[in-house]
């Protein structure tokens, strides 16, 4: 199950860029973050195939959700422009952000390249 984040918890399981200057992953699994809005037709047509990937890669891949609308100052942190925006978000190195609703062959070679997670 992808789990929607707040400003707290993304402060408590992500990054808490609030003491933290540099980069400090929180989590205990590699994760993937979609800032998405409602209203956002990409972002729907996305939504199904994360939850397909959080249940492919359960125990494995930690998947959540920002809404950009209800949470402005996580948006703001990241400098989220466009949506929906992925942050990608591997164990011991740095995230990386891709923009756009990307179909779930890409989205898998992203976790297997990127995030170094295995089916």
Do not use: H
Not at 69 to 94: D, K, N, T, Y
Request: aromatic content about 10%; charged content about 30%.
């Amino acid at each position: 199950m992808t789990e929607m984040l707040t400003k707290e918890t993304f402060l408590e399981k992500v990054f808490n860029y609030e003491k933290n200057k540099d980069w400090k992953f929180e989590g205990k699994l590699p994760a993937i973050i979609d800032f998405y809005a409602d209203w956002c037709g990409p972002c729907k047509m996305i939504a199904p195939v994360l939850e397909e990937l959080s249940e492919e890669y359960k125990g494995k891949l930690q998947i959540y959700k920002v809404d950009t609308e209800a949470e402005p100052e996580l948006s703001a942190a990241f400098a989220i422009r466009s949506i929906p925006s992925m942050l990608f978000i591997p164990m011991g190195e740095q995230p990386q952000m891709a923009t756009g609703a990307l179909p779930k062959q890409n989205l898998k070679e992203i976790i297997q390249q990127v995030l170094k997670v295995e089916e």
